[in-house]
């Protein structure tokens, strides 16, 4: 049994969420760094979404990305996730500029930032800092499998994206707020033929654009910035001093997706945590930090 002490000094969005549904799966996460493939498919949709979209906006091409998703999943060569993945993507550029997908410059792209509080470092991966008329803001993609009542209400005073703010103006970028980006992930029936999945899904997608991309703007006033860092810088320090790592059996489950936690074995089958294998590093999204 270990001691629960930990030495983790970076700390993100994610991992201050992980603590706030259950203090113990934090640990599991970035204390044992216990490894886990939690809703593998998805997962690997959202991610290489964003990095072939960082590729494409810096003018390279992103065909390796999917490449290297093809050689991560333990599927045939081309499959649903990469097909899926082409078909968004290829809809995604023909409706650029669109008034679905309105055009900003693109000031950077994948920015890894951080910003120290107390004696730790907040860090994150900002999806793209971007310029349009009235100036500078965040911009960040999210990928849903459904489009939920109260879009903009998700989103609104979201800790991950003013946490940007502060950081992106900890580091002279003055953004004005953040634009979520939001992107359905097409669900349709499988064909098997790849090639026309793809093309199947480029054109559901370009038939009703409606359904599938959302932009919300939040300008971000500095009454906001002082109330989420101090939330923030709370929680933060209860994470550094926290010895127990309590419980939290009500989130073991998740009814409404018909989902367990993954490390639902630990806490509730008597799975040895010894059995696991472990992440390198205890943030796994983050490449230099
Ligand atoms: S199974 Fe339950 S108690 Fe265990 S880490 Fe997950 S949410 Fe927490």
């Not at 979404?49 to 045939?76: G, K, M, S, V, W």
């Not at 980006?181 to 370009?206: A, F, G």
């Not at 409606?210 to 989420?228: G, I």
Request: include cysteine; hydrophobic fraction near 35%; aromatic fraction near 12%.
């Amino acid at each position: 049994m270990d001691n629960h002490v930990h030495d983790d000094t970076v700390i993100t969005a994610s991992a201050l969420y992980k603590y706030q549904e259950c203090h113990r799966k934090y640990k599991y996460a970035h204390i044992n760094l216990l490894d886990v493939n939690d809703d593998f498919a998805n997962r690997l949709i959202g991610h290489s979404y964003h990095r072939c979209l960082d590729r494409a906006y810096n003018l390279l091409d992103y065909e390796n990305i999917i490449l290297e998703l093809q050689d991560t999943i333990p599927f045939p060569s081309e499959n649903k996730s990469t097909s899926t993945l082409r078909g968004m993507l290829s809809a995604r550029f023909a409706l650029e500029s669109s008034k679905f997908l309105p055009w900003e410059s693109i000031i950077e792209c994948e920015k890894e930032l951080t910003l120290p509080i107390d004696d730790v470092t907040w860090a994150g991966k900002i999806d793209r800092i971007v310029e349009n008329a009235n100036g500078l803001w965040i911009m960040d993609t999210k990928l849903r499998n459904g489009r939920y009542q109260m879009m903009r209400e998700i989103y609104e005073n979201s800790v991950q994206l003013v946490m940007y703010i502060i950081m992106a103006r900890h580091h002279n970028y003055p953004v004005l707020g953040y634009i979520v980006d939001c992107c359905r992930i097409p669900i349709l029936k499988e064909t098997k033929d790849w090639p026309s999945y793809v093309n199947k899904i480029h054109e559901d997608i370009t038939s009703r654009p409606e359904t599938y991309f959302d932009r919300f703007v939040y300008p971000v006033d500095s009454n906001l910035v002082e109330k989420v860092f101090n939330n923030v810088r709370y929680w933060v320090n209860q994470i550094k001093h926290d010895t127990q790592f309590v419980q939290n059996f009500s989130a073991c489950v998740n009814y409404q997706w018909g989902t367990k936690c993954p490390y639902y074995g630990i806490c509730h089958e008597n799975v040895d945590i010894s059995t696991f294998t472990r992440k390198a590093k205890s943030h796994t999204e983050l490449e230099t930090i």
